[in-house]
């Protein structure tokens, strides 16, 4: 079936560092998302990505659509306590639904 | 505007209780869809929904019905529950399935089964 598998799994970073994360796909997607969940709520979006190769910034947030469309990358630059969080990696699926990655968890340590 | 809403906030039932969780938007959005969320496992569609009347299976609907009769409301529905469905779920709604940009998500109910 399909996966979505995300690495690190969890990140244990000082306030102020740059982080880096990554998601890879068994199969190719034609759209990236890349979403935050902060502790007990929902999901909210942080960049979407269209077109393989393409580069997004959104404040302080870059990711990147690979060029063989079955990888994507997200990096925070400068780290403040609120990036904490969990970090999803997601695509559509043929009905369009989206189908999830397993998360990233950040822990920002002041 | 709300958003997306979901009730209640927290729920502990016993193994073959049946309950609702309740969500509603009130943006006139067409597409819903319900997701839950095990820890390591990211989040996974359990039903969804094109419009009032119209319902589907997504990747993990086994134990759950859905039901939409108006636009505004889609109700998640545990027949019999069982501790394997103790997760965080999670409504979602958005104008069309490919409206990612303006897909939300609602704040979650924690269900425990016993």
């Known amino acids: 079936g399909q996966q979505l598998n995300q690495s690190p799994q969890s990140m244990f970073i000082q306030e102020g560092e740059d982080v880096s994360m990554n998601c890879t796909s068994s199969s190719i997607f034609n759209t990236w998302l890349w979403y935050k969940q902060d502790p007990g709520e929902g999901p909210v979006l942080l960049i979407a990505l269209y077109k393989a190769g393409e580069l997004t910034s959104n404040g302080r947030l870059t990711a990147q659509f690979g060029i063989t469309r079955k990888d994507s990358f997200l990096n925070i630059s400068a780290s403040i306590p609120s990036d904490v969080g969990i970090y999803f990696c997601?695509?559509?699926?043929?009905?369009?639904?989206?189908?999830f990655g397993t998360g990233t968890r950040l822990t920002v340590i002041p | 505007n709300a958003g997306v809403t979901q009730t209640p906030k927290f729920q502990v039932l016993k193994t073959g209780q049946s309950m609702t969780l309740q969500c509603a938007q009130d943006?006139?959005?067409?597409?819903m869809s319900w997701y839950r969320q095990d820890p390591g496992m990211g989040l996974r569609l359990i039903h969804y929904?094109?419009?009032?009347?119209?319902?589907d299976q997504g990747e993990v609907p086994n134990g759950y019905n859905v039901s939409r009769s108006t636009t505004e409301d889609f109700p998640l529905r545990l027949l019999s529950a069982a501790p394997s469905q103790t997760s965080v779920y999670f409504c979602a709604s958005s104008y069309s399935p490919e409206s990612y940009n303006e897909q939300f998500f609602g704040p979650g109910t924690r269900l425990t089964v016993l």
């Open positions: 997601a695509g559509p699926t043929g009905a369009n639904n989206l189908f």
């Open positions: 929904s094109v419009g009032a009347g119209i319902t």
């Open positions: 943006m006139n959005h067409e597409y």
